[in-house]
């Protein structure tokens, strides 16, 4: 049987425990021989095997497992979760059915948010107990910023690829032009003129287009 270590009393009748400097005084390897028990009582720590299980002593059998109900939009979905678990650890488990990272989600409770540190059982959430999660406001802003910088390159890269394939074609020309002139034959100047001003438009629209660094490489590639 695990031995019983009082507290001293002989700093003039006082019971609130030992002292600050007897407390540090002790040594490392003397404390690591106690446990505290639940009840407060310090007792001395019986031999563990490799498992962490006390010697002689069954391992305890982990926690149950509940079933919460979770809506999220117009869909309430079912997990199964430990019943000492954190909402933390119930947002990763939820993330592959909303589609919502775990730091995207804020989960409520009795009309309350919770937070990711704070234990189930703790608030009562017990098997069949019902959560709303919702999108984290901040989230859906940075979504939107996301969407609306998608749509603009998408815009530019529509309007970059097809002055693209109208100066494709001038190239075209202007080879022509450069193998005539070359082998000695005349050009029209207006051919000329016609070609340097379509150019000149394409090149217009192309500065118009605006670009970020996602797609402005096209663009002075043009």
Do not use: C
Not at 46 to 73: S, W
């Amino acid at each position: 049987m695990a031995r019983v270590m009082h507290r001293s009393s002989s700093d003039g009748g006082s019971s609130s425990g030992w002292s600050e400097a007897a407390a540090a005084a002790a040594g490392e390897e003397e404390r690591a021989g106690w446990e505290v028990r639940p009840s407060g009582m310090v007792v001395q720590a019986r031999d563990r095997g490799a498992d962490g299980a006390a010697a002689g002593v069954p391992p305890r059998p982990p926690p149950p497992e509940i079933r919460v109900r979770v809506k999220y939009g117009a869909a309430t979905h079912e997990v199964a979760v430990s019943s000492i678990a954190t909402f933390g650890e119930l947002k990763k488990a939820l993330a592959p059915r909303t589609g919502l990272q775990p730091s995207e989600q804020l989960v409520t409770y009795k009309g309350r948010e919770r937070k990711n540190s704070e234990f189930l059982d703790r608030f009562g959430v017990k098997n069949k107990s019902k959560l709303v999660v919702s999108e984290d406001p901040a989230s859906l802003e940075r979504r939107y910023i996301e969407r609306q910088r998608n749509a603009r390159i998408q815009n530019a890269n529509r309007a970059i690829g097809a002055i693209a394939l109208e100066l494709d074609k001038l190239a075209d020309q202007v080879t022509s032009i450069e193998k005539s002139v070359s082998g000695g034959s005349k050009v029209a100047e207006v051919q000329i003129t016609t070609l340097i001003e379509l150019l000149m438009r394409h090149a217009v629209k192309l500065e118009s287009i605006p670009a970020d660094a996602d797609t402005s490489s096209q663009k002075n590639l043009q």
